[in-house]
Structures are given as structure tokens and as C-alpha cells.
């Protein structure tokens, strides 16, 4: 199997996958007690038998149940994923907003994740069994057993309200106006705090990761040629080991997203970041049932499609998975 | 059971878990009577810090005695994780076993739903299932279900497809017993330990679920979570550490515990990693 046709099926099963996002949908609205017409005339405070009939009418509540799975599934390709009840606004617009501020944070946090990950992994695989090896498994199995919300929270406690190092929330100074490059840095300051705290989580999951596929590649034969050829040791660890052992991470990486969204949605609301995550939450608080399925379609899509990427860039990586299927 | 006592207990790890957890149990189950007036009844001026009379660990938002808070929590949380966990196990053993047991369409059709699952952001569908069944326990421990038992499927799955052509099999299918007696009497018992370890780690993440989604307000409104104990406390965390404080740690020591249990667990059930 060559490259094109490897990716031609993961294309084919995005495609799919997506599809099956929105089927689901379909029937995750069925769940809501009561129709879209009932939740439109309890806004409005009033409503006769005949004034339901025609709301139900108008949206096509009362055709069968596959016409209007055929109508919305239409709907959803030509990217209308309906009004926001409260914003009266289409959903995808709102979302699209936000969504900048959402996707900066996270490629930050997956950033910092990946680097500290790695080095943390390093030095854990440089003597397995050694303090720094067993401190590191402590303290990843402290970081699994907290809430993220929390350690947000404590993070927010001890950097902002103690220590006053790091602004607790937002997205940029209130008022300050910053342009150019000083808004840029005033940002970045802005993020650091829900940054690491999302990325905390997965650090220690990469560490491991790289901790385990260090000691395995430092086995294998051609490591042992390196060393044999009189290549000194820093230079192993760099240029055979680890280049070796950083392609399982890839797919990590892809496989991770889903969990990197649903902490953003928890980072996001306890720092105040203005992207999709805060969303999620006016959309719960409002009641907001269509903007909030809206968020779970967008970040669904968004995730495979992240997963498509990283699985073309494992199999350039490493060619033989090509093979595989 | 003599050998796996042993190996269970063979490090100090897996017992301070079970201690810690002992503990926690004990304090949800006596809330009731040690505290009888429930977590919603107002003692004294908000915000006053622990060690003030008579509240050990200080008051709330409210004025009410996040002591007795605490411990409600705990029934929840003990509640929701080992509950979720328990149907989610229920419906992952069940198609984990069809989908190992037959192969074929069945089984392909079941590592596509696992694969959707794992790929789509569980979270945000978490949130989605809980919103619009309405916000209560049930729906809860319902939708923590619905998003976790593909992992116990996946495990099963493995277990029955590699037990599937023992010899024990085809005696058993020899002896004329009907497919789902062979699948419940015969296969299943032998896939119970790595489905133990699993069940055991579940339940520490579901406690983590649920407080995160009473942080966001998608709890039972009528009962007091550790989650909703941190989210109602939001504004106060600048002048009263103690209101998000205390619950965070209660989250996490039970969480710590349960995963102190369940590497235990591994340990003494996973033949792989004995030493």
C-alpha cells in the first residue's frame, strides 16, 4: 500500500467519523424534554394549540423522523448548525469567534506539554530506578488523582492572589489597549497560567510515554552499533535514541486532543479565557441546548481532523505503518 | 486468593490506600448521623476560617459548616464513581464479550464505536448528555457511563478473543452448552482480572468527572458535590482559601487512594507484572 492510498482511507474514515458525529447529534436532541417549538413558546412566555402548529410547521417538526434527519444532515454540510436561542445568532458564527482564543491555548498547552514531557522523560530513562525516576512516577500519580479545574484554581491561588506574579484571568488587561508587539506580550502573560495548568496534565503522560520508548529503543541493536562506533553518549541519547523514540508521540499526540479539549473547557472557565470552553458554559447556564451541540460538532470535527494530521505525519515518519493495513 | 492477599500486601502502597479509603467510606456512610441536620443548614457568619468555634474546618459562602459538607460530599462522589462504574462495566462486558466471543461483523462493527468514542471529545459529549437529560444523578452517572465503557469493551474484548480457542472452550462447546452459558460460566470468569484493575481505576476517574461537572454547574442542584462545594466557592477563593481548598484535597486524597488500590490490584492480578 503506497502513501496516497494510506491516506485516501483515513480520509474516508474522517469523513465517516464526522458523519457519525452528526447522526448522533440528531438523536442527542430527542434526549431534550419537550421539541425546539415547545422550548420557543416557553421563551415567549405564551402559546396556543395553533400557534404550536405552525412553530412546528415552520421547523419541519412535523414530518417523519428521516426527513428531518435527511434536512439536517444537509443543514450541518452547508455549515448551518442552526440559531443560538439566546444570541439569536447562527451557532457557527458564535463559535467561530471564539474559537481562535480556544486553539491558541491549546497548541500552547500542547506545546509545553511536549517539551517538558520530553525532557522530563529523558531524564527519567538516563537511570530507571534512580530518585529522579521514582519521584517522577510519585508525582505524575499526584497530578492523575486532581481535579484539573482545581489545580487551576491553586495554581490561580498561589501565582496571582499570593505571590501577584501572573494576572488571574483573561485574555489581555481590561482597558490597557495594548497594540503591536505589547499586546502580543501582554497575551502571552495572560496565557501562561491556564497554559501550564492544561498542560501539566498530559506533561507527565509524555514523560512516561518517552520515559518507556527511551529504555526500549537504548536496547536495540543499532544503538549498540552507535555506541560501538565510538559515539559519545549525549550524542546517542539525542541523535538515535531519542529521535527514534519521539514517533510514538505523534500518535499520542492525535489520540490525546479529545482529553486536551475537554480540559479547556474546565481550564478556560476557571481562568476567564475567552474561547470555545467558556462557550460551553453560557451555553449550559442559558440553557442554550443548539449552540451547545454546535460546540460538541465543531470540537468533534476539529478533533479528527487533528487525528488525520497526526496520522499522515506517523506514516512519514515512520513508513512502515503504511504496510500495515 | 492466599497468593493474591500476598501480593496485594506486599508493599506498603496498596495498604495505605485501602486505609485512606476505609476511612472515607466510614465518614459517608455516618454523615447521617453524625451530622443530622444535613450540609444546607446555615451555623454561624460566612467565610469564618477552620479552627473557628465549633467548625473544624470553617464555613462557606453561606455560613454553612464545610465539615458537614465535606463528609455529604463524600457520599456522592463514593455514589457517582462506583456506580458509573458499575454500568459502564455492565454494558463494556457485555459487547466486549459478544464482539471477542463471535469476531466477524459484530466485533468490527463494536472497535469502530470504541475507535469514535476515544476520538471524539468524551468531555464536551459528557456535557451535551448531561444538559439536556436534565442535570440530576442519574443523568449523571447515566453519562458518565455512556462515554466510559468503551474502554472496558476494549479489554474484554482482548480477553475473550485470546481465551476464545482454548481447549476449556471447546470442551465446554463439546459438552452441547449454549453460547451465552459458555460466555458467563466458562470465559468470563477467567477475563475477570484485568477487568478488575480496570473497574478499580474507573471509579477514581469518574469521581473526577463528576466534580468536574458539578464545578460547572451541570450537578444534582438538590445535593452538595465536592465539585459544587468548589464551584459555589469561585468568588470567595481570594479571602477564604479554605472554601476551594479542602475540597480539591478531598477529591484528591480518594482519588489517590483508589489508584493506590488499584495498582495494588494490578500487581497481585496481572501475572505479568509479578516479580
Redesign the interface.
Known sequence: MNRLSYIGARLVKTVL?TI??VL?SFF??R???GDTATVMAGQGGFADEAFMKSLRAEYGLDQPVLVQLWKYISAVAGGDLGNSFVRRQPVLDVILERLPNTLLLNAFALLVAVAGGVLMGMAAARRPGSTTDASMTVLS??F???????LG??A??VFS?WLGWLPPFGLETMGADYTGLARLGDIAVHMILPGVTLALYFMASYARLTRTAMIEVADQDFVKTARAKGIGEGQVARRHILRNALVPLITFAG?QS??L???S??VE?VFSWPGVGTL??E???T?D?PL??G??IV??VL??LF?LVTDIAYSIADPRVEQGR | MKDFLRVFFSRPIPLVGLVIFAVIVALALLAPLLFGRGPFIIVGMPLLPPGAPGLLAGSDVLGRDMAVGLAYGARISLLVGITSTLCAVGIGVLLGAVAGYYGGWLDDLLMRVTEFFQIIPSFVLLMVLVAFLQPSLSSTVIGIALVTWPQVARVVRGEFLSLRGREFVQAARTLGMRDARIIFTQVLPNALPPIIVVGSMMVGSAILTESALSFLGLGDPNLLSWGSMIGGSRSAMWVAWWTTVLPGLAIMITVLALNFIGDGLNDALNPRRRR
Do not use: E
Not at chain 1, 144 to 150: G, R, S, T
Open positions: 467519523i457519525a458525529v448522533l442527542l436532541v434526549l431534550a424534554p500519580m499526584i492523575y488523582a486532581m481535579p484539573q479545574f482545581w484554581m491553586m490561580m491561588l492572589v489520540l479529545a482529553i479539549v475537554g480540559g473547557v474546565l472557565n460551553a458554559y451555553a449550559v447556564t440553557r441546548n451547545l451541540l460546540i460538541f470540537t468533534a478533533v479528527s487525528n
